[in-house]
């Protein structure tokens, strides 16, 4: 399994930085990274910053987090397919909403091979301070950004008084209790910052991370044992509570050959069917799904 971490952050807070400075990090250490980064613009400038050697996939004029999806997915595979790598660095545009990056990032054909990590953002403390400049909508993404970190780096600091770093800290705390907070230059952390973040609970650690692990923002993979009542599963769905964000899978249901693809987002189902047997597993990302009664009281625990 491939561990997974998305490099999320605002427009020019340094990601890219972030993610050279992890690259040579992870290499000194014998472990092998892969990299997919997601520019706006129709040349990548930034992959220019990813040294020969590395396996390589760009996603060039679309936000990774909507018209991207799909295209996310077919670099997924076609990484999985092809390359050697221990570990993904996924770099999202400043444009990428969270939630839809993580997303973007799980299909039900491979979310067994991938365990995402976390998501570190890196928070431009300079611009942070002068927030109140930003475009209301751009200012709330900025704060979601922060909201649904793994790990933050507040980055920047060496521009920043004592007391600027102090209040930036408190500030970044208060929005996200959760996330530890790494006060960097240039985007200069560890990897050893990274050891601990899981943001992926597979079936068998569910029932531990249940009384242990209290993420918010996190994913959890789903095997059926059997097949569903379709009535019964859709009237789960409507009892899910409002921290559930996404849903995408396989559903195995009563009367069918083939497991449908279900899809659920902003509380709206779509089923379609499928014509081919695929594994019956279902991806919830959310908040504290850690917690979460699956229908059927079919989880292996």
Known sequence: MKDVYLLSGFLGSGKTSLLTNLISQFKNEGIKPAVIMNELGKLAFDSRAVEEGIPLKEMLEGCICCTGSEKMEAQLQMLLAGEDFDVLLIETTGAAHPVEALDSVFSPIFANQLNIKGIITVADCKRWLERDKLSPRTRMLFLEQIKHAHLIVAN????????????????????????????????????????????????????????????SLSSRLHTFNGPIDQEAFEDWVRGLPDSVYRMKGYVPLKGHKYPYLFQYAYGMIQWLPEYMKMEPQLVIIGEQINKLEIIGDSVND
């Open 156 to 215: 920047k600091v060496d521009l920043l008084t004592d007391d600027e770093i102090a209040t930036v800290s408190m500030e970044l705390q208060g929005i996200n209790g959760d996330a530890p907070i790494i006060q960097a230059s240039n985007s200069k952390i560890s990897i050893k910052a990274l050891a601990n973040l899981e943001a992926t609970f597979h079936e068998k650690e569910v029932k531990e991370a249940a009384i242990g692990k209290q993420l």
